[in-house]
């Protein structure tokens, strides 16, 4: 299918504009937005405006831009099973109190089908652990903990919250800046109430047009992840942005929809405003919960509404963007994406010519599993007559996002209209999403998901194909078997309309001044060593640490040395040597937050990892375990260019040396010809070298306790 863009030379825009991904970038885009700021004043996007709020000792007149290094103090911070380890961690740092068990959500909600002795001990250690931190707790069954966040008034609009897990970013549907951390982040939050971040570049996404009738929030966001899937927004802050008219058109079942699955497009958050829209919608709910307690509820009540609204939290006209994506949203149809990756997505109507066949169908996860999305998928089949069922061969699975969407479900009847149509309900959690429990996918199956990731073997086994759509289409494709729409929709226009332009601050040339970095003691002010070439983009950290040691307690230092980057090449071991520096790819250390990808690597005697750029869990874990990465694109360029027609070999010793002087914020290379050359690269603060002075964020934690 061809799409249409409103401007042809967007991509090479979008390539103009550096991409900043690990924390020591390039520095000309940030330079450039940090310049243009300074002499503008204080204007700031609403993500610089939240962050402002949560930052703690800023020094006096300062106001925060992107690629700034904060220390945080989020108002909220939620783990769920991850709970029991973090709590490990923050044992293991020396801590014996929560620092401000205010702001510590703990939930269970991943495996809570899982009725083994351990995963049931694992879980009582997690409530006894709150019971004695005196920290709110919510039992397996209650709901998935991002649902809770949202519905319990814990996430709330203009404040800062995080979790360590990748779907926080649907706070930010109820205008909430939600961000993923990592467990050494969250045990660093319960210790003192603080972990560190730095400041995304941040996207503003521009909404036009109406949402015809059939095409839902699901739809907006895949579609957005398929017209967009060159790293568009990779590891960017997300701002969404439209008329009244357009907002209006957008509930915030859809806005928690869209900004959840930001995560999958590869950004760090996805905000939209506090709008009218919200305004209702938190009242109704202000009222639902004083209707079902009697009483009003101690966050979701009328008069912190108000207040809310009378300092409503909003960008500044005209604040500065890295760029700017737009999509009309009345040319939308439903949207299909897969099978197996978030990145192909395909209008309905093209897919359902293909008449692919189902075997499994699911309305589960945070993502589309509220009472209006169980509404939406009921309708389908009561539209069908009082006889409509799954069709045969075919299993439908169905879990409410918490027990209070599944009583609203329940009140409308919409529950039981499933359930009686055949569909098999599960608990309250995530379920086959995170591929735990019943259901899952099995080889050679096809299944179709409202759910937000549809990765290779995620849902179940590897040789399955599995695709996302709406709950309509999830419904509709349950009862024909195979993928089809709920025949809702009219076409409204051939093709979706979308554009890319970056920002005029961005692309503008930056004069780059020679400064010089303050240099705490115990901290080197350079590193040098021999180039060790690994040439790929996508190594994910599965490459670097192999996932069948991560969860083996005590795997000694000498065993992670032999096995690092055993899946990438098995070779890498016998090739590098401890001191030499490893230059990859593209988005290196993407995929889980297993913190042994970087420590790993230090086990191997590696301190420094140079790459064009780094998937950010694994930045946040390399500079919590004391490992250096720096983003250095065209040294990525220079080496592919020199070795296009040599051998193609995994992991290459390429006798270049590479030294970086943190002082001068210089990256140099010496060419095996004996070739000098070097790049300007971002700053390294005193703040954050602290961290690595400390051996990592752990230490650094036990210095303040």
Same mark, same amino acid.
């Given at each position: 299918m061809v799409l249409t863009r409103l401007s042809t030379s967007s991509?090479?825009?979008?390539?103009?504009?550096?991409?900043?991904?690990?924390?020591?970038?390039?520095?000309?885009?940030?330079?450039?937005?940090?310049?243009?700021?300074?002499?503008?004043?204080?204007?700031?996007?609403?993500?610089?405006?939240?962050?402002?709020?949560?930052?703690?000792?800023?020094?006096?007149?300062k106001f925060v831009r992107s690629g700034d290094y904060v220390s945080i103090q989020p108002h909220k911070c939620m783990t769920h099973d991850n709970s029991w380890p973090v709590a490990t961690k923050f044992f293991s740092i020396g801590a014996t109190k929560v620092d401000n068990t205010e702001q510590i959500v703990l939930t269970l909600d991943h495996d809570v089908q899982n009725k083994s002795e351990a995963n049931?001990?694992?879980?009582?250690?997690?409530?006894?652990?709150?019971?004695?931190?005196?920290?709110?707790?919510?039992?397996?069954?209650?709901?998935?903990?991002?649902?809770?966040?949202?519905?319990?008034?814990?996430?709330?609009?203009?404040?800062?919250?995080?979790?360590?897990?990748?779907?926080?970013?649907?706070?930010?549907?109820?205008?909430c800046l939600g961000t993923p951390v990592v467990r050494t982040d969250a045990a660093s939050i319960w210790a003192t109430g603080?972990?560190?971040?730095?400041?995304?570049?941040?996207?503003?996404?521009?909404?036009?047009?109406?949402?015809?009738?059939?095409?839902?929030?699901?739809?907006?966001?895949?579609?957005?992840?398929?017209?967009?899937?060159?790293?568009?927004v990779l590891n960017h802050a997300i701002e969404f942005t439209g008329s009244e008219e357009t907002m209006k058109s957008l509930k915030?079942?859809?806005?928690?929809?869209?900004?959840?699955?930001? !995560?999958?497009?590869?950004? *760090? /958050?996805? +905000?939209? &405003?506090?709008?009218g829209v919200l305004k209702q919608w938190m009242e109704q709910k202000a009222s639902e919960h004083s209707d079902r307690l009697s009483e009003s509820h101690p966050?979701?009540?009328?008069?912190?509404?108000?207040?809310?609204?009378?300092?409503?939290?909003?960008?500044?006209?005209?604040?500065?963007?890295?760029? !700017?994506?737009?999509?009309? *949203? /009345?040319? +939308?149809? &439903?949207?299909?994406?897969?099978?197996?990756?978030?990145?192909?997505?395909?209008?309905?109507?093209?897919?359902?010519k293909q008449n692919i066949a189902i075997h499994k169908a699911y309305l589960v996860s945070c993502t589309n599993s509220r009472a209006s999305d169980i509404g939406a998928a009921a309708s389908v089949f009561r539209a069908q007559?009082?006889?409509?069922?799954?069709?045969?061969?075919?299993?439908?699975?169905?879990?409410?996002?918490?027990?209070?969407?599944?009583?609203?479900?329940?009140?409308?009847?919409d529950w039981q209209v499933l359930v009686n149509a055949g569909a098999k309900p599960l608990p309250a959690g995530c379920g086959p999403c995170i591929g735990l429990g019943t259901g899952l996918l099995e080889d050679g199956e096809v299944g179709i998901s409202a759910t937000n990731r549809n990765f290779k073997g995620r849902m179940g086994s590897r040789d399955a194909l599995a695709y996302l759509a709406s709950p309509e289409v999830v419904a509709a494709s349950a009862i024909k078997g195979s993928i089809a729409g709920a025949g809702t929709y009219s076409p409204v226009a051939e093709k979706p309309t979308f554009s890319t332009a970056a920002a005029s601050a961005a692309s503008a040339a930056a004069e780059v001044t020679e400064s010089k970095t303050a240099i705490l003691p115990g901290f080197p002010s350079?590193?040098?060593?021999?180039?060790?070439?690994?040439?790929?983009?996508?190594?994910?950290?599965?490459?670097?640490?192999?996932?069948?040691?991560?969860?083996?307690?005590?795997?000694p230092k000498e065993t992670m040395a032999q096995v690092v980057?055993?899946?990438?090449?098995?070779?890498?071991?016998?090739?590098?040597?401890?001191?030499?520096?490893?230059?990859?790819?593209?988005?290196?250390?993407?995929?889980?937050?297993?913190?042994?990808?970087?420590?790993?690597?230090?086990?191997?005697?590696?301190?420094?990892?140079?790459?064009g750029s780094f998937g950010n869990i694994f930045s946040r874990n390399s500079i919590n375990n004391a490992l250096m990465t720096v983003e250095v694109p065209d040294l990525i360029t220079r080496l592919r260019e020199e070795y296009k027609d040599a051998e193609k070999v995994a992991t290459r010793r390429t006798g270049w040396k590479v030294k970086w002087d943190v002082e001068r914020s210089w990256v140099e290379i010496t060419e095996k010809s004996g070739k000098t050359w070097g790049m300007k690269v971002g700053e390294l603060p005193p703040n954050v070298q602290e961290v690595f002075v400390q051996g990592g964020l752990e230490g650094w934690v036990k210095a303040q306790l």
């Open positions: 991509r090479l825009l979008a390539r103009q504009t550096p991409r900043i991904q690990s924390f020591f970038q390039p520095a000309t885009s940030f330079r450039v937005v940090r310049s243009l700021a300074t002499a503008a004043g204080a204007r700031q996007n609403l993500t610089e405006k939240i962050v402002q709020r949560f930052s703690k000792d800023l020094p006096e007149g049931l001990r694992k879980y009582k250690n997690i409530e006894e652990f709150a019971k004695q931190q005196g920290i709110v707790f919510y039992p397996a069954g209650r709901g998935i903990g991002h649902q809770i966040m949202v519905e319990e008034g814990y996430a709330w609009p203009g404040t800062l919250s995080v979790a360590s897990d990748s779907h926080s970013n649907m706070y930010g549907g109820i205008s603080r972990t560190w971040w730095q400041i995304p570049p941040v996207a503003r996404v521009e909404l036009k047009g109406t949402l015809p009738k059939g095409v839902s929030g699901k739809d907006v966001i895949v579609s957005l992840c398929g017209l967009f899937n060159k790293d568009d915030i079942d859809d806005r928690l929809a869209i900004a959840n699955m930001t !995560t999958e497009w590869g950004a *760090l /958050s996805g +905000l939209f &405003p506090a709008d966050r979701l009540n009328k008069e912190r509404i108000e207040e809310l609204f009378k300092n409503n939290v909003e960008a500044d006209a005209d604040a500065t963007y890295a760029k !700017t994506l737009s999509l009309d *949203l /009345s040319t +939308l149809s &439903p949207f299909v994406a897969g099978p197996n990756s978030v990145k192909i997505a395909t209008p309905l109507p093209e897919l359902e007559g009082p006889d409509a069922k799954v069709a045969p061969g075919v299993e439908f699975y169905i879990a409410a996002a918490s027990t209070l969407e599944q009583a609203a479900a329940e009140k409308a009847g350079s590193i040098e060593g021999e180039i060790v070439f690994c040439d790929a983009d996508n190594i994910n950290t599965d490459g670097i640490y192999p996932g069948k040691y991560t969860y083996q307690d005590n795997v980057m055993e899946n990438y090449d098995a070779e890498f071991t016998k090739l590098a040597k401890e001191g030499d520096i490893i230059v990859s790819g593209y988005n290196f250390g993407t995929g889980s937050s297993r913190e042994q990808a970087a420590t790993a690597l230090l086990a191997k005697g590696i301190k420094l990892v140079l790459a």
